[in-house]
């Protein structure tokens, strides 16, 4: 991930080529829109655009823990605390749910 590793400007292409790539072969792949998200969010710090894409993901992915933890750390920035710590707790349960799965 761009913001994981060294944040250099050909990663924070690749990032965004991939995303927009995975959106042109299918425009409602949930995965698509939460990879555009992140590449809104620490590629760009353009807030408003990733928090849309993380909104497509979640409504698509009602289990994915990133996608509520990113809208989370969003709305933190905005100063939205209440609904923030909603989010995060909803993306801590799915984490949880998710670990169940896997054992």
């Known amino acids: ?8 400007p050909a990663r924070r292409e690749k990032a965004r080529l991939n995303a927009d790539e995975a959106l042109r072969l299918q425009p409602d792949l949930p995965e698509g829109h939460l990879a555009l998200g992140f590449s809104y969010y620490y590629g760009d ?20 823990a990133q996608a509520y933890m990113a809208i989370g750390a969003i709305q933190r920035r905005q100063g939205k605390w209440a609904e923030s710590n909603c989010e995060f707790g909803k993306g801590r349960r799915a984490r949880s749910e998710e670990r169940k799965r896997s054992d």
């Open 45 to 64: 710090r353009d807030y408003e655009r990733a928090l849309a894409e993380f909104e497509i993901a979640k409504r698509d992915l009602p289990n994915e």
């Open 1 to 8: 991930m761009y913001h994981s590793f060294e944040p250099t």
